[in-house]
Nanobody, 126 residues
């Protein structure tokens, strides 16, 4: 089992920045690729960003490319999502997830991820 706890959400204005953190425990963190997903009210949960086990590969949804940056610190068992130039349409509950996958690519499908956090709310006002 892997336990994931997200922190860092909040209420911000359009154009502001936030950094989300996801702390992992329970299994060897570096064995897992990590991803961030989000779910807005009435919408499906969607992929936002992902990072490979070593951190050498990353992948972003087109909607956040150039504004969000995913990173990880395997020594701290933590993955981060730096979100800049936030927009009202970024409002959602953000979830981190762990993918027990040894490939070099970053997978984007929800069903590929084995463990999920409880989510943290991000609200961007206009």
């Amino acid at each position: 089992q892997v336990q994931l706890v997200e922190t860092g959400g909040g209420l911000v204005q359009a154009g502001d920045s936030l950094r989300l953190s996801c702390a992992a425990s329970g299994r060897t963190f570096s064995n897992y690729a990590m991803g961030w997903f989000r779910q807005a009210p009435g919408k499906e949960r969607e992929f936002v960003a992902g990072i490979s086990r070593s951190g050498s590969s990353t992948h972003y949804a087109d909607s956040v490319k150039g504004r969000f940056t995913i990173s990880r610190d395997n020594a701290k068992n933590t993955v981060y999502l730096q979100m800049n130039t936030l927009k009202p349409e970024d409002t959602a509950v953000y979830y981190c997830a762990a993918d027990y996958y040894y490939g070099m690519i970053v997978r984007t499908a929800r069903h590929d991820y084995d463990y999920w956090g409880q989510g943290t709310q991000v609200t961007v006002s206009s």
